[in-house]
């Protein structure tokens, strides 16, 4: 009982946005939906990160300048839906998602405004990562179209968190994903040399996916470098460089909070909130 009393404390400290007097580094978690915003906030807070949550209103924006990296969700098991298609294609066709779900207009909002915090981090060069829809939003930014529909990639029960199809993943050798797959999510731990899977195995489940070359006639938002594929070519992770080449946002179709494979989750938030050191 005393272990599940100081998670809610904690949570509940994280979740009203207040950050103890630390030398953490400060994360702010902006959420597609608020499924699995206490997942990622444990997550942010083993790795050696500070989690703020930032919700769409006047404090948030004020909030977002005190941040010193973001995390940009995935849309979460119960809330899956589409990207507007006005954000990735100059020519969209109906949004067949939207037409009588979105009722209020309160996701179609909130996509307008992760996509905002989006543009706003890349001016601004605070570090991102993103995961799920907040990764396709930082690959759309940079240029990149989007497939409506691909099969084989659905969980096969929507409403298991745990579901998700296991996919191998083909890494570029040398690339951040690479080294984040070194990165061992505690401190004081060693990656013992041989004991990786050279195609490592996720669970994730979507029906979209990116689709380069990027738009043409867009203008140049940065480049966009694919890391990651599966075995039916489908990217699954990348960064979104800068006109030097360095990579700012970093993005990963999969969900890490939940990815057994360290290197591929704990791992993934370890490695970049040690990054904002250097």
């Not at 953490?24 to 990160?49: C, K, W």
């Not at 995961?131 to 939003?137: D, E, P, R, S, T």
């Not at 040399?193 to 006639?217: F, M, N, T, V, Y």
Request: aromatic share 8%; glycine share 10%.
């Amino acid at each position: 009982m005393r272990n599940e009393a100081g998670k809610g404390r904690r949570l509940s400290k994280v979740l009203t946005g207040v950050s103890a007097a630390n030398t953490r580094p400060q994360i702010g978690i902006v959420p597609a939906t608020f499924d699995l915003i206490d997942d990622y906030a444990v997550a942010v807070e083993h790795a050696g990160g500070e989690p703020v949550v930032i919700r769409r209103n006047k404090s948030g924006h004020r909030q977002l300048l005190e941040m010193d990296a973001l995390l940009i969700t995935s849309v979460g098991v119960l809330s899956g839906y589409d990207l507007p298609e006005r954000f990735w294609t100059d020519a969209p066709e109906d949004d067949y998602w939207w037409e009588g779900n979105d009722p209020e207009g309160y996701r179609f909002e909130q996509c307008e405004w992760l996509w905002d915090v989006v543009r706003w981090a890349w001016k601004r060069k605070v570090p991102t990562l993103g995961a799920g829809l907040g990764a396709q939003l930082i690959a759309i930014e940079a240029g990149a179209s989007m497939e409506r529909h691909v099969a084989g990639h659905e969980r096969e029960h929507p409403y298991m968190p745990e579901g998700g199809v296991s996919q191998r993943l083909r890494i570029e050798p040398g690339s951040w994903l690479d080294a984040v797959r070194l990165t061992p999510p505690d401190p004081g731990e060693m990656v013992a040399p041989g004991s990786l899977d050279s195609d490592p195995e996720i669970k994730c489940s979507h029906h979209q996916a990116i689709k380069l070359p990027s738009r043409p006639g867009r203008p140049n938002k940065g480049t966009l470098q694919v890391v990651a594929w599966t075995e039916d070519d489908m990217p699954h992770a990348w960064a979104r460089c800068d006109g030097q080449g360095v990579p700012r946002q970093f993005g990963t179709l999969w969900e890490p909070q939940h990815e057994e494979d360290a290197g591929l989750g704990a791992g993934l938030f370890t490695w970049f909130i040690r990054q904002l050191g250097r």
